[in-house]
């Protein structure tokens, strides 16, 4: 009976990923959640109590791992090292969960009120990791530069491959489903990015 339920919970859980990512909060009906999940929408309402509750709970689960995933060790004298795992593990999450970095995307151009309880929290999260930056700038380990921005443009290229997939395919002339080549995306963007930061490997 139980695994019955968390396969059920599971199932909405992905049919709401699939429809925020596609059509953010305002767009996505329970009703299409329910009819992508196999369910009636009586049943839906079994489940969960509504939308907000579903997009709510997902957002926290984009913002959870890039706190525990993305993380920097933070007495590291390896910049090359350090830096190198942090792109690495922003792609993969983008190769391997583009529709979770749609989903936030999506609240972030509507207007991102339903992360404005999130950002002091994220502002933290991000502080320590400009803190590392700057200590490895402090000590010599790479060039002076602005460690926020580093950090924003890394976000930036690293999503890229979630959010403009269908982009990155049109220009490549893949299928609009052919898989990615994620490797060749990660060599190039960790030897641009510590080449920038004047960071020998």
Wanted: proline share 4%; glycine share 6%.
């Amino acid at each position: 009976m139980r695994e019955g339920r968390q396969r059920i919970l599971a199932d909405i859980q992905a049919a709401a990923i699939t429809e925020f990512s596609r059509n953010g909060l305002k767009g996505t009906s329970t009703q299409a959640i329910a009819d992508r999940a196999g369910l009636t929408k009586p049943q839906l309402h079994y489940y969960i109590t509504g939308k907000e509750e579903l997009y709510n709970e997902l957002l926290m689960r984009v913002l959870h791992d890039w706190k525990v995933v993305f993380s920097f060790e933070e007495h590291s004298d390896e910049p090359a090292r350090v830096l190198g795992a942090y792109i690495r593990q922003k792609l993969d999450h983008a190769f391997d969960h583009p529709e979770m970095s749609r989903i936030f995307t999506r609240e972030v151009l509507d207007g991102g009120h339903n992360l404005e309880r999130f950002w002091p929290v994220s502002r933290q999260w991000t502080q320590k990791k400009i803190d590392v930056i700057n200590g490895w700038i402090a000590r010599g380990l790479m060039r002076p530069l602005d460690a926020q921005l580093l950090l924003q443009h890394i976000w930036a290229m690293t999503q890229y491959h979630a959010d403009y997939a269908l982009q990155v395919r049109a220009m490549a002339g893949l299928p609009p489903d052919a898989p990615l080549e994620r490797e060749p995306v990660v060599r190039e963007l960790t030897a641009f990015i510590l080449a920038g930061c004047g960071i020998k490997r």
